[in-house]
């Protein structure tokens, strides 16, 4: 115990997760006015994909357990991810990253939506919190990445999305309509970005911590609740 509590980057996770384990008592309000946003419905029109257990795909560092990086207790899916850890196997060579794969939903036309309500605590920096991955071996990996930096919410690292996203529960909400190549992105509500985006084959979505390639922190971390697709019949 002695020599894994040495490493500074675990201290500082510990010291984040006891920090927002506060937030784990208060249950985040499951509805548009969240966050004190308000504002538009965009589940309005759609109908919920139906998720099961096996649907959240978890991909976590290979060289530690899943269970030292990724809980899911009182329906809040908790992600970590130090930047000293492995990918989440042996064979990429992508950042270190845990993260749910949203599996057996891929979907390559008509209008999809990525719901959940996240938390990000302070200090989480350069980190992905949800993604619109493309299909395996496609010119470019995703046409969506929300990162973090210093309490931005960001689309990858440039447009700001929201300007304070720490310390709190928020409802996210991505829509992408795949005929017209767009995506939209809401928080609390409230329409916050959007923009045209470069086709793909096929898309999924993710969500948790994912590593990115500046201005990260020694640990990075994530909460999620209720997350829900829909679709547009």
């Known amino acids: 115990m002695a020599s894994l509590l040495s490493s500074p980057p675990l201290l500082i996770c510990l010291l984040l997760a006891a920090t927002v384990a506060t937030a784990m008592t208060t249950t985040p309000q499951l509805d548009a006015t969240v966050g004190g946003g308000g504002g538009e419905n965009p589940t309005a029109g759609f109908v919920k994909v139906d998720l099961t257990a096996g649907s959240f795909k978890v991909q976590s560092p290979y060289n530690v357990p899943e269970s030292q990086r990724y809980s899911y207790r009182n329906d809040v899916r908790q992600f970590w991810v130090l930047d000293t850890d492995k990918p989440f196997n042996t064979v990429t060579h992508t950042n270190p990253r845990t993260e749910i794969m949203i599996e057996g939903h891929d979907y390559s036309k008509g209008v999809w939506q990525f719901e959940g309500y996240g938390y990000v605590p302070s200090g989480t920096s350069g980190a992905s919190v949800m993604q619109i991955h493309c299909e395996e071996g496609a010119a470019h990996a995703t046409v969506l990445m929300l990162h973090v930096y210093d309490g931005v919410l960001r689309f990858y690292d440039g447009q700001v999305v929201e300007k304070d996203i720490y310390d709190r529960w928020f409802r996210l909400n991505v829509v992408h309509d795949t005929d017209r190549s767009t995506v939209t992105v ?48």
Not at 186 to 210: H, L
């Open 186 to 233: 809401y928080v609390d509500g409230q329409r916050r970005y959007a923009t045209g985006v470069i086709p793909s084959r096929s898309y999924y979505f993710k969500f948790g911590v994912y590593m990115q390639h500046h201005d990260w922190s020694p640990c990075m971390e994530s909460r999620w609740t209720n997350v829900t697709i829909y679709t547009k019949p």
